[in-house]
């Protein structure tokens, strides 16, 4: 009798706990359709098979339901999206809590290396530049997403993830054919000007009168400065305000030493040829050797303080001194991205395109009442050593990564919400918003040939050829926390005139050479670097290919050409 | 201000002249006790025996304490967010420990937030000098500093304003102290805490002490000193 009544008492939690869980079901359904209904459209799928993928979710989710994530990424327009919306979205329709950080880019840089350093339990999942996939690879402190995907994370792999569709995953995949990092957005720093400036009549004549040759997107870095000094110098204002014909930032910070470490060395052509990064020495001016830097330093086989790297940073001072708004020096890249708004600066060579969503507001002197912008993006003009097949500027791809000390049973679900972000149900209303396109399916959608009037020539480039020669730090710097400092830390004493040119960039060689050393004699990481002995600079100097001798004229004549023929070259 | 010196070891091989000042304020449970006792104070006691260091500690209010460490040598401000904006400032010896960053309201509050914005316009109390202050504002939330937390407290218990954003382990033990009962709804931030020194600080004293602090991590006296202190924390928290 005993036994009889236990049997229905177990019977009767297993009909109410069915319930229950149905009831939850219904529930998170529910609110998948309102998401769907209500913010994520458009969306490159159909309806019905946007609820499909979040179906997955929701059944996916179940063992996580109640769970609290804790994911840390950059503060720009597409991850404050993602954390004030689609973190919430995910929580009501998974049931997974997620505190979503969005702090600055060095900020992520400093708490990944601590938790993989010292040890430390931090975070579940990082929003991690790929500028680190040199360190990654090497350290082997990340879960290979590439095996994660096929082994204990197969059950919480989305089916229709689609890594065929995204555009940065030679970014993110290490020498050793292994996927790290999933890209969960992309942006570029491109060549960016006023289009309604460079198209008046009475400035094409008086830049065509004073240089000989035509007012349009430079080509190298000769134009560049001849128009910087045309519009600072020669124009000085116009409507009645003043104006300059370049913008930079120049105070002391890990975003400073962005400004170099990103792309500047390699637009100078600092290094050699090929993509994403130049072989052997890439755009920081370390040399590999199979697999091993060798050297930063001219002396060793690199190119961090060879002529082209003193022309760089030469250049940057000089412009960033003659032709940039006074107290220049002082802005950080925040700071100089927003006053671009202000609506007096001609041309600006090292535009990040994170900034677009923030420069097409209506309203702004910068945009036509109808809110088509009265500036366009175009690729970057390229530097005295700089030959073809070379990288052109730099691409972040701020992308997902999972350490291994952090708990699988905290990774599973941090991975459900990583790709709940990049999903095709979600991506193209979080390019629309953030404009930092990953998905070849968005970026060929109608909705982004429609708005392609309004974004000044973004999506141009992003169909274009042209972005894979824009790209991220590369495989050659071992130890992307260690070394970047050295950027920031010695850039500065060359601005304010504390050390020449050459003698900043001597510093800033020896310091890359000495955590070289360091990771050498440490000898924890694969493919860890065993440095050249010192040899007299002219033996590299005179080899082909960089470190690359100096050239006699460092300013050859300007040339210009037409939006339609830049794009053109990359078709 | 009180002053208190904590370690006379010395060590020869950086330098005779390498006492340091070290500028705190009460923040228990890292920093309690006129900075005698805490898990803080007790990690950086065993730093300094270990990397042989002399130091003193002076408890002074956190907004001065940065602005002591930014003027003179030998002096480190105690325990600072480590951040992008403050990263170029300070030489950091870190992180000493990770904190957590949390928004309470009064007890019986029935607000859900599901995601910090869910805070929306509403102001949020803040301690001056804590660097969650920039990092609200970036969020495009409104903030109001005090130059202390148990004005923070207070406020809050007036209604002066809806959220209080905190130490999630400090908070709790300052409203007990100023009778406020509190929830906390969200964590919304994790923080490298951290020495941040004079930015001239000899660089072989900072190099000396990272590498005896993550000796530290790896060998587990820093979890033994947090455990020491857990019980205290989980009463305090759960009040």
């Known amino acids: 009798m005993y036994a009889h009544r236990n049997l229905i008492l177990m019977i009767c939690i297993f009909f109410m706990t069915t319930?229950?869980?149905?009831?939850?079901?219904?529930?998170?359904?529910?609110?998948?359709?309102?998401?769907?209904?209500?913010?994520?459209?458009?969306?490159?799928?159909?309806?019905?098979?946007?609820?499909?993928?979040?179906?997955?979710?929701?059944?996916?989710?179940?063992?996580?339901?109640?769970?609290?994530?804790?994911?840390?990424?950059?503060?720009?327009?597409?991850?404050?999206?993602?954390?004030?919306?689609?973190?919430?979205?995910?929580?009501?329709?998974?049931?997974?809590?997620?505190?979503?950080?969005?702090?600055?880019?060095?900020?992520?840089?400093?708490?990944?290396?601590?938790?993989?350093?010292?040890?430390?339990?931090?975070?579940?999942?990082?929003?991690?530049?790929?500028?680190?996939?040199?360190?990654?690879?090497?350290?082997?402190?990340?879960?290979?997403?590439?095996?994660?995907?096929?082994?204990?994370?197969?059950?919480?792999?989305?089916?229709?993830?689609?890594?065929?569709?995204?555009?940065?995953?030679?970014?993110?995949?290490?020498?050793?054919?292994?996927?790290?990092?999933?890209?969960?957005?992309?942006?570029?720093?491109?060549?960016?000007?006023?289009?309604?400036?460079?198209?008046?009549?009475?400035?094409?004549?008086?830049?065509?009168?004073?240089?000989?040759?035509?007012?349009?997107?430079?080509?190298?870095?000769?134009?560049?400065?001849?128009?910087?000094?045309?519009?600072?110098?020669?124009?000085?204002?116009?409507?009645?305000?003043?104006?300059?014909?370049?913008?930079?930032?120049?105070?002391?910070?890990?975003?400073?030493?962005?400004?170099?470490?990103?792309a500047w060395l390699s637009m100078a052509g600092a290094g050699d040829k090929g993509l994403p990064n130049g072989t052997p020495v890439d755009e920081w001016g370390i040399r590999v050797e199979n697999c091993r830097p060798v050297g930063a330093s001219v002396e060793r086989g690199g190119a961090a303080n060879g002529p082209a790297a003193v022309y760089a940073l030469t250049k940057f001072i000089e412009w960033l001194k003659k032709y940039a708004p006074p107290g220049s020096n002082k802005l950080n890249f925040t700071q100089s991205g927003a006053l671009s708004k202000k609506g007096n600066i001609a041309q600006q060579i090292f535009w990040y395109t994170a900034f677009t969503s923030a420069l097409t507001q209506k309203g702004l002197p910068i945009v036509y009442p109808d809110g088509t912008p009265k500036w366009r993006v175009a690729p970057s003009p390229h530097g005295a050593y700089w030959q073809k097949g070379m990288k052109l500027g730099y691409q972040d791809a701020g992308s997902w990564t999972f350490l291994k000390s952090t708990p699988l049973e905290k990774v599973k679900p941090a991975w459900l919400y990583a790709q709940f972000v990049v999903s095709k149900t979600v991506s193209l209303k979080k390019t629309i918003v953030g404009l930092t396109p990953i998905r070849k399916s968005d970026l060929n959608s109608k909705v982004m040939s429609d708005m392609s009037p309004r974004l000044g020539g973004l999506v141009e480039f992003y169909r274009s050829n042209a972005r894979n020669y824009w790209t991220p730090t590369g495989t050659n710097v071992p130890d992307y926390p260690l070394m970047s400092p050295g950027w920031w830390k010695t850039m500065p004493k060359a601005i304010t005139g504390e050390l020449s040119p050459q003698e900043a960039m001597d510093e800033l060689a020896d310091f890359l050479d000495d955590k070289l050393l360091f990771l050498e004699k440490e000898g924890k990481i694969a493919c860890a670097p065993k440095l050249n002995k010192k040899r007299k600079r002219s033996y590299w100097l005179y080899k082909a290919g960089s470190p690359k001798a100096r050239l006699i004229n460092e300013k050859p004549k300007g040339r210009t050409i037409s939006f339609e023929d830049a794009i053109g070259v990359y078709k | 201000m009180l002053k208190i010196v904590m370690f006379l070891f010395l060590f020869s091989s950086i330098s005779s002249r390498a006492d340091l000042t070290i500028y705190t304020s009460e923040l228990p449970p890292y920093v309690m006790n006129n900075g005698e006792s805490g898990i803080a104070v007790d990690i950086l006691n065993e730093l300094f025996l270990r990397s042989k260091i002399k130091a003193e500690l002076l408890l002074t209010p956190n907004a001065r304490a940065i602005h002591q460490a930014q003027i003179s040598l030998s002096s480190?401000?105690?325990?600072?967010?480590?951040?992008?904006?403050?990263?170029?400032?300070?030489?950091?010896?870190?992180?000493?420990?990770?904190?957590?960053?949390?928004?309470?309201?009064?007890?019986?509050?029935?607000?859900?937030?599901?995601?910090?914005?869910?805070?929306?316009?509403?102001?949020?109390?803040?301690?001056?000098?804590?660097?969650?202050?920039?990092?609200?504002?970036?969020?495009?939330?409104?903030?109001?500093?005090?130059?202390?937390?148990?004005?923070?407290?207070?406020?809050?218990?007036?209604?002066?304003?809806?959220?209080?954003?905190?130490?999630?382990?400090?908070?709790?033990?300052?409203?007990?102290?100023?009778?406020?009962?509190?929830?906390?709804?969200?964590?919304?931030?994790?923080?490298?805490?951290?020495?941040?020194?004079?930015?001239?600080?000899?660089?072989?004293?900072?190099?000396?002490?990272?590498?005896?602090?993550?000796?530290?991590?790896?060998?587990?006296?820093?979890?033994?000193?947090?455990?020491?202190?857990?019980?205290?924390?989980?009463?305090?928290?759960?009040?």
């Open chain 1, 19 to 262: 319930a229950f869980s149905q009831s939850t079901e219904k529930k998170f359904k529910k609110r998948a359709l309102f998401w769907i209904e209500n913010e994520f459209s458009p969306s490159t799928l159909s309806k019905k098979e946007q609820i499909k993928e979040l179906d997955w979710f929701i059944k996916a989710s179940r063992p996580y339901r109640g769970t609290t994530i804790h994911v840390i990424s950059e503060r720009i327009d597409t991850h404050i999206y993602e954390a004030k919306v689609l973190a919430k979205a995910f929580k009501e329709i998974t049931g997974i809590s997620v505190i979503h950080e969005t702090t600055g880019e060095d900020d992520v840089v400093r708490k990944i290396e601590t938790q993989f350093k010292k040890g430390i339990y931090i975070y579940d999942a990082y929003i991690n530049d790929s500028d680190l996939i040199g360190t990654h690879f090497r350290s082997q402190r990340v879960r290979p997403l590439s095996v994660f995907m096929k082994k204990e994370g197969r059950r919480v792999t989305l089916p229709t993830l689609d890594l065929d569709d995204f555009i940065g995953l030679k970014f993110t995949t290490g020498p050793d054919g292994i996927l790290y990092q999933l890209p969960d957005q992309q942006f570029a720093n491109l060549y960016w000007y006023r289009a309604d400036w460079f198209a008046r009549v009475d400035l094409k004549r008086k830049f065509r009168d004073l240089y000989g040759y035509e007012l349009n997107i430079p080509v190298n870095w000769s134009a560049y400065e001849d128009i910087a000094e045309f519009f600072t110098i020669h124009v000085g204002s116009i409507d009645g305000q003043q104006v300059y014909g370049h913008m930079d930032y120049g105070y002391q910070g890990p975003s400073l030493g962005w400004r170099f470490s990103d």
């Open chain 2, 76 to 239: 480190c401000a105690f325990p600072i967010q480590r951040s992008q904006k403050r990263e170029s400032e300070f030489s950091w010896i870190g992180p000493i420990f990770i904190s957590q960053s949390a928004i309470f309201t009064l007890e019986n509050s029935k607000v859900d937030i599901t995601v910090l914005d869910d805070v929306g316009q509403a102001v949020i109390g803040v301690l001056l000098g804590s660097s969650d202050i920039t990092y609200l504002k970036n969020r495009g939330l409104q903030v109001e500093e005090a130059h202390n937390e148990i004005l923070n407290a207070r406020k809050l218990r007036s209604k002066r304003f809806k959220y209080w954003a905190s130490d999630s382990l400090a908070a709790p033990f300052l409203a007990g102290r100023t009778g406020v009962s509190i929830r906390k709804k969200i964590i919304f931030r994790k923080s490298l805490r951290a020495l941040a020194c004079n930015k001239n600080l000899d660089p072989k004293i900072v190099k000396v002490m990272n590498d005896v602090l993550t000796r530290m991590y790896k060998d587990g006296t820093i979890e033994r000193i947090r455990n020491k202190y857990l019980k205290t924390v989980a009463y305090h928290s759960n009040k």
